[in-house]
């Protein structure tokens, strides 16, 4: 298993500003992913992250709203930039661990954002 | 990518088991069928998965139709710690992405 921690954990923003969102591991992992999960919505993926590589984003997402950082192994980064009230979610990070089930996803507690 | 389709919610008498439908009709075959919980305010935890057959672990089982188009979860006594969203999730063919269905909010009474 993994243990994940996020960092905050709830944020009020004003519109316009923007948001570092850190997500850290208990151990290496080689595969990140970023979520988001809208009020009283489904999770939908953001991002891919992998360690030395440039993150992969899914449709509808795009690097300079949602800029990514994998410095290492333990560690990643999710910016959210000029925000609006339309990005107050719930923003959540997951690994997969060499050691897990059959590519089984560990989540983080989550990030809540409130863009005011 | 293959979709699922699930209720949007369900109610359980406590001890009873809980039967969870999903439906995957445009899965893949080699597509693995995973189903999620999230407790509120919480990351969603692991439940089980499968493939073809039918497994069964500490927590649940989960069968899967032979066509494999659906999917049911079961918790065979639920308790009022198991009310939760419950999320069906097929992972993409050659990738490690999820996709994640609407979930069901289920609702274990006393």
């Known amino acids: 298993s993994a243990v994940i921690s996020q960092k905050p954990s709830r944020d009020i923003c004003q519109r316009g500003t923007s948001l570092t969102i850190q997500c850290q591991v208990d151990?290496?992992?080689?595969?990140m992913f970023w979520y988001r999960q809208q009020p009283g919505q489904s999770l939908t993926l953001i991002a891919t992250?992998?360690?030395?590589?440039?993150?992969?984003?899914e449709s509808g997402f795009v690097i300079d709203k949602f800029p990514i950082s994998r410095p290492n192994l333990t560690f990643s980064t999710l910016t959210v930039s000029n925000m609006s009230p339309e990005d107050s979610s719930i923003y959540l990070c997951s690994v997969i661990t060499p050691s897990g089930r059959a590519n089984e996803q560990f989540f983080g507690p989550g990030t809540r954002l409130t863009v005011l | 990518d293959a979709k699922t389709t699930q209720p949007p919610s369900m109610d359980c008498a406590e001890g009873r088991a809980a039967n969870l439908p999903c439906n995957h009709s445009?899965?893949?075959?080699?597509?693995?069928v995973y189903w999620y919980r999230q407790i509120h305010s919480q990351g969603p935890q692991y439940i089980i998965h499968?493939?073809?057959n039918n497994e069964t672990n500490e927590m649940a089982s989960l069968i899967i139709t032979e066509d494999r188009k659906s999917s049911t979860l079961i918790l065979p006594h639920a308790t009022l710690r198991d009310t939760a969203v419950y999320y069906c999730i097929v992972r993409v063919s050659g990738t490690y992405k999820y996709i994640f269905g609407t979930g069901t909010r289920l609702k274990v009474l006393a």
């Open positions: 445009t899965i893949s075959g080699n597509e693995y």
């Open positions: 499968g493939l073809k």
């Open positions: 992250a992998n360690q030395g590589s440039e993150a992969t984003y």
């Open positions: 151990s290496q992992v080689t595969m």
